[in-house]
């Protein structure tokens, strides 16, 4: 069968999607590659988020062409997820590379237009074969809950792109959940637009807190763990914050995406809250989550942010201490109400703000890594990287989401991948640790 390349880019939503897409192929029976001179099709999941993702993913698409065309063949290349869905039928006249264009909302089909596309007939339409819910790389794996967003945040496109809310099934989940556990998955990581309010559009309405105690149950025989992602202030419900109290394998790590606490810039984005609101709110979690992590988002250059607004936010963030914070520069995104207000911020303010921004939240980043220096703690392997001295082993912590935070190296061991181990934390550097291997010794989570 011939072989595909499969190429990400955008966020971990866009990673499952492809996973999704890889595993419905694979089981197809389609082998895969990551040498694009080996491969017979190229299948390029994009991202749209932001002008520069767009930028990206057109970039990556006409590299590879351009590539294989230097090599002397034409790739046929499949371009899904989010700049179709954006940008629609018109791509098909800018895009001659590209064989094929693949909405979000059409990826189960991926097999039959892989097919089209390489001339593959079967006798039998392929359908989505039973069983077949993901591949496992490694120890962690992102689980969608839901897809599209209501919110209509005057910065996103995302609903423009990905459509209205609508929460995946329960059982579906726990069934992916469970897929997962049994091919070596040790921790499932939740993910939505707005995982708060997960349940509340099904026909009979259910709340995030009753799905996080369902899927700990299911991780629970394995000793897995559960972390949910992107949750925004108003979720953050009596019974979700005792269910992530209470239940141990649902982690008290916390990732609310605030943007900004101006409630001047907060009502011009679209957004509810004030620096007050969201204060009360922390100083509450951390009140009833003793020990919890906390990370959150914010966007420096929103269109009339003034200076004194900009140093609000950097007063704010200084006084919360925030464990993690992501830093965004706005970008005027095409279609978005914010791209046509007035008061647009000069981009090299932007540039200076968003600066001002990053060093202080690595410098209070930092200072929390140093704080876990001395703790006891359970670790997922996650990889192993060869040095000039060896193999050193690269985990993470409960403290530390995959592939947002800093990791744990262990430099010894006879360690696999999947793998949970329990490790002294005896040094730190930037946002990561290190560890050192503790026999038959129990850490905390």
């Not at 065309?69 to 869905?85: A, H, N, Q, W, Y």
């Not at 979720?235 to 649902?250: A, F, K, N, Q, Y």
Request: hydrophobic content about 40%; glycine content about 8%; charged content about 30%.
């Amino acid at each position: 069968m011939p072989s595909i390349l499969f190429i990400t880019r955008g966020c971990a939503k866009n990673e499952v999607d492809t996973d999704r897409m890889r595993a419905l192929l694979l089981g197809a029976g389609y082998d895969e590659t990551d040498d694009p001179d080996k491969a017979d099709l190229a299948l390029i999941n994009t991202c749209s988020f932001l002008v520069s993702a767009t930028q990206e993913s057109l970039d990556t698409t006409l590299e590879i062409a351009q590539q294989e065309k230097d090599e002397g063949r034409t790739l046929p290349i499949v371009m899904c997820g989010c700049v179709p869905s954006r940008y629609g039928a018109p791509l098909a006249d800018e895009l001659p590379e590209v064989s094929a264009f693949v909405n979000a909302d059409d990826e189960d089909g991926i097999v039959s237009v892989v097919d089209d596309v390489l001339g593959l007939e079967r006798d039998v339409a392929p359908g989505v074969p039973q069983g077949v819910l993901r591949t496992v790389d490694g120890a962690s794996a992102y689980v969608k809950i839901s897809e599209g967003c209501d919110r209509f945040c005057a910065f996103c496109a995302i609903p423009y792109i990905r459509g209205r809310y609508h929460s995946r099934d329960a059982r579906e989940i726990c069934d992916e959940v469970r897929s997962l556990m049994e091919g070596g998955v040790r921790e499932v990581v939740l993910i939505g637009q707005d995982t708060g309010i997960w349940g509340s559009d099904l026909d009979e309405p259910r709340t995030l807190a009753s799905l996080l105690r369902q899927v700990a149950e299911v991780v629970r025989p394995y000793g897995g763990w559960v972390r949910v992602l992107y949750l925004q202030p108003e979720g953050m419900t009596e019974e979700l914050v005792s269910t992530i109290r209470d239940v141990p394998e649902v982690l008290p790590y916390i990732d609310i995406p605030i943007q900004h606490c101006s409630a001047s810039v907060l009502e011009r984005m679209g957004r509810k809250g004030s620096a007050e609101e969201f204060s009360a709110l922390f100083a509450h979690l951390r009140k009833e989550i003793p020990g919890m992590v906390l990370r959150t988002t914010a966007m420096a250059g929103f269109p009339g942010e003034t200076d004194e607004e900009a140093q609000e936010l950097l007063d704010f963030l200084q006084d919360e201490e925030f464990d993690y914070c992501s830093v965004f520069t706005y970008s005027p995104e095409e279609g978005t109400r914010a791209a046509a207000m007035p008061d647009q911020v000069p981009d090299e303010v932007k540039l200076e703000r968003t600066q001002r921004l990053i060093d202080l939240t690595e410098q209070l980043g930092f200072a929390a890594a140093e704080r876990h220096v001395g703790e006891r703690v359970r670790v997922i392997i996650d990889g192993v990287e060869e040095g000039p001295d060896g193999a050193e082993f690269i985990g993470h912590a409960w403290f530390q989401a995959p592939d947002s935070d800093g990791v744990v190296h262990i430099e010894s061991g006879d360690l696999a991948v999947g793998d949970v181990v329990t490790c002294n934390l005896v040094d730190s550097f930037t946002y990561d640790l290190v560890g050192e291997l503790v026999d038959d010794e129990e850490g905390t989570r």
